[in-house]
């Protein structure tokens, strides 16, 4: 029986247009956060579930279908935490962790601009509804919900990369450098498979490797000689320690 390693490798590949750089990110919250034409409730609500849609795909990773699943309980109106979660399939199933601006839009948006996009019940909404509602106050679907990505990516000037996809993947390279590449963290916000999944965004990101094998050497307790005054001058206090000792016949 031969002992064969097994090789994983990345079930796909990503390029540089397939995410947002970080002065392409600024530019899309800019768009996002600009006042809406006009002053009616029903606009402004309009705009406000736009950036939340928005920027909860673009600081958490989820996936299109999974935001379409997330409902009101699962966010930081329910748990009280500024977490997203992801319940579907048991593989699937997660907490993420979101920016605290984030869940503020979040309470805004359930609080103040949900009841304007939702037919009056004249109840407060229910924690197992769905968080985000199209137009018509109906929960998305996952081609509404796509069709709404890309029309609010589109008008934000990037309408030739627009997609939930382009969203997910700029969370990814954003998650790695900020993380300093902890591959880990990427793997379980995102719900990948395997973290070599997620260390497809290493290659956009430099580093500085004499750098990072300097702070390896810095370790104190393993660079003994990393200060050789300092050796010498505790080698000189044993020797006289020593040399008393033997005059005092000890």
Same mark, same amino acid.
């Given at each position: 029986?031969?002992?064969? +390693?097994?090789?994983? %490798?990345?079930?796909?590949?990503?390029?540089?247009?397939?995410?947002?750089?970080?002065?392409?990110?600024?530019?899309?919250?800019? *768009?996002?956060?600009?006042?809406?034409? $006009?002053?009616?409730?029903? +606009?402004? *609500?309009?705009?406000?579930?736009?950036?939340?849609?928005?920027?909860?795909?673009?600081?958490?990773?989820?996936?299109?279908?999974?935001?379409?699943?997330?409902?009101? #309980?699962?966010? @930081?109106?329910?748990?009280?935490?500024?977490?997203?979660?992801?319940?579907?399939?048991?593989?699937?199933?997660?907490?993420?962790?979101?920016?605290?601006?984030?869940?503020?839009? @979040?309470?805004?948006?359930?609080?103040?601009?949900?009841?304007?996009?939702?037919?009056?019940?004249? %109840?407060? *909404?229910?924690?197992?509804?769905?968080?985000?509602?199209?137009?018509? $106050? +109906?929960?998305?679907? =996952?081609?509404?919900?796509?069709?709404? @990505?890309?029309?609010?990516?589109?008008? *934000?000037?990037? $309408?030739?990369?627009?997609?939930?996809?382009?969203? =997910?993947?700029?969370?990814?390279?954003?998650?790695?450098?900020? /993380?300093? $590449?902890?591959?880990?963290?990427?793997?379980?916000?995102?719900?990948?498979? #395997?973290? !070599?999944?997620?260390?497809?965004?290493?290659?956009?990101?430099?580093?500085?490797?004499?750098?990072?094998?300097?702070? @390896?050497?810095?370790?104190?307790? !393993?660079?003994?000689?990393?200060?050789?005054?300092? %050796?010498? +001058?505790?080698?000189?206090?044993?020797?006289?320690?020593?040399?008393?000792? /033997?005059?005092?016949?000890?």
């Amino acid at each position: 029986m031969t002992d064969r +390693k097994r090789v994983f %490798k990345a079930p796909w590949q990503i390029t540089r247009d397939m995410f947002l750089a970080e002065e392409e990110v600024a530019r899309l919250l800019h *768009a996002l956060r600009q006042p809406p034409a $006009g002053d009616s409730e029903r +606009k402004t *609500a309009l705009a406000a579930r736009d950036r939340l849609l928005i920027e909860a795909l673009l600081f958490s990773g989820l996936r299109n279908s999974e935001l379409c699943g997330l409902r009101i #309980h699962d966010t @930081v109106a329910g748990l009280g935490e500024s977490v997203f979660q992801v319940r579907g399939t048991p593989r699937q199933d997660r907490t993420i962790f979101v920016p605290d601006h984030v869940s503020a839009l @979040v309470r805004d948006f359930v609080s103040s601009h949900r009841p304007q996009l939702v037919p009056s019940t004249g %109840k407060q *909404a229910r924690g197992d509804e769905s968080l985000l509602v199209n137009d018509r $106050g +109906k929960p998305f679907d =996952r081609t509404t919900l796509y069709r709404r @990505v890309v029309a609010v990516l589109s008008a *934000a000037g990037f $309408g030739g990369r627009a997609g939930a996809q382009l969203l =997910r993947h700029t969370y990814g390279y954003l998650a790695y450098r900020q /993380s300093g $590449g902890n591959l880990l963290f990427i793997q379980r916000q995102m719900g990948h498979a #395997h973290p !070599m999944v997620s260390s497809v965004y290493a290659q956009f990101v430099d580093e500085d490797y004499g750098a990072i094998a300097n702070r @390896v050497g810095q370790t104190p307790s !393993m660079s003994p000689s990393a200060n050789p005054s300092q %050796k010498r +001058k505790s080698n000189a206090r044993f020797s006289r320690d020593s040399q008393r000792r /033997s005059s005092r016949g000890g």
